[in-house]
């Protein structure tokens, strides 16, 4: 067993991640021989994909299968939306669809698509499958969990373990599902910094997800070094092990 899958290992036994464990996200000019890949671009969520990949399917995009045009431009396909996006996430009463009324008007809803800037792959494929599925010196850049609130309170405390007063180090932005999920954690990774991003509050993607999920992403070298304070945390703890036991009763 590699790095990659032990870490895997050690967060999925220590937070009772057995439903959804963590992803590794890369990117490649090679995909996994049963991944998932959309059969073309322009129509779909790809969150809910995303959430499958954590059930043991890989999932891979390409400029060719990215889902909805939001999907593309977050995964950095394409350079924008859809003319008039600064209207649908705001309160355009005219727009030629229903508004989401996520944000105030036009222009704030412009200046923050145009602050996005998402990375754009170097390689063909966004790959999303399990750190147990990790081989050799293959490492992903950002690792993603999956979690119940017991769950993503554990991971606040190990985030904050060795920085209490770090109260900037896991971010929960306003931001689109697969912004949480792909975007922000990509940009931290390829800054070398300390944070994580707790995501999947978009209202959107909400409506097909289950109601008790929330995700938490870390660049890769943040997770592994929280990973080597692990034995030393609450995680050997009784009352660590009491809510533990309660994570899988429903």
Same mark, same amino acid.
């Given at each position: 067993?590699?790095?990659?899958?032990?870490?895997?290992?050690?967060?999925?036994?220590?937070?009772?991640?057995?439903? /959804?464990?963590?992803?590794?996200? /890369?990117?490649?000019?090679e995909?996994?021989?049963?991944a998932?890949?959309?059969?073309?671009?322009?129509?779909?969520c790809?969150?809910?994909?995303?959430?499958?990949?954590?059930?043991g399917?890989?999932?891979?995009?390409?400029?060719d299968?990215?889902?909805?045009?939001?999907?593309?431009?977050?995964?950095g396909?394409?350079?924008?939306?859809?003319?008039?996006?600064?209207?649908?996430?705001?309160?355009?009463?005219?727009?030629?669809?229903?508004c989401?009324?996520?944000?105030?008007?036009?222009?704030?809803?412009?200046?923050?698509?145009?602050?996005?800037?998402?990375?754009?792959?170097?390689?063909?494929?966004?790959?999303?499958?399990?750190?147990?599925?990790?081989t050799?010196?293959?490492?992903?850049?950002?690792?993603?969990?999956?979690?119940?609130?017991?769950?993503l309170?554990?991971?606040?405390?190990?985030?904050?373990?060795?920085?209490?007063?770090?109260?900037?180090?896991?971010?929960t932005?306003?931001?689109s599902?697969?912004?949480?999920?792909?975007?922000?954690?990509?940009?931290?990774a390829?800054?070398?910094?300390?944070?994580a991003?707790?995501?999947?509050?978009?209202?959107?993607?909400?409506?097909?997800?289950?109601?008790?999920?929330?995700?938490?992403? /870390?660049?890769?070298?943040?997770?592994?070094?929280?990973?080597?304070?692990?034995?030393?945390?609450?995680?050997?703890?009784?009352?660590?092990?009491?809510?533990?036991?309660?994570?899988?009763?429903?």
């Open positions: 067993m590699n790095t990659v899958q032990t870490i895997g290992t050690d967060f999925s036994e220590n937070l009772q991640l057995i439903k /959804y464990q963590p992803v590794g996200l /890369y990117i490649s000019d995909k996994p021989g049963n998932i890949e959309l059969k073309k671009k322009g129509n779909g790809i969150v809910p994909l995303i959430l499958k990949a954590s059930t399917q890989p999932v891979v995009f390409s400029e299968s990215t889902g909805w045009p939001c999907s593309a431009f977050y995964l396909f394409q350079d924008s939306i859809f003319e008039g996006i600064e209207y649908f996430l705001s309160t355009k009463d005219d727009f030629w669809r229903p989401e009324r996520f944000i105030e008007n036009p222009a704030l809803a412009k200046s923050f698509i145009d602050h996005v800037q998402a990375i754009k792959p170097a390689k063909r494929y966004v790959v999303f499958k399990l750190l147990s599925e990790f050799g010196p293959e490492e992903p850049e950002v690792v993603l969990f999956f979690v119940n609130p017991d769950q309170s554990a991971l606040v405390y190990l985030t904050h373990f060795d920085a209490p007063e770090a109260f900037d180090r896991i971010i932005p306003f931001a599902a697969c912004m949480t999920l792909a975007t922000l954690p990509l940009k931290l390829r800054n070398n910094e300390q944070k991003v707790c995501g999947l509050h978009d209202l959107s993607a909400r409506a097909r997800l289950p109601k008790d999920l929330l995700s938490i992403a /870390y660049p890769y070298p943040f997770l592994k070094s929280i990973w080597q304070k692990l034995p030393d945390t609450f995680m050997q703890t009784e009352l660590w092990q009491t809510i533990k036991k309660r994570i899988n009763q429903d």
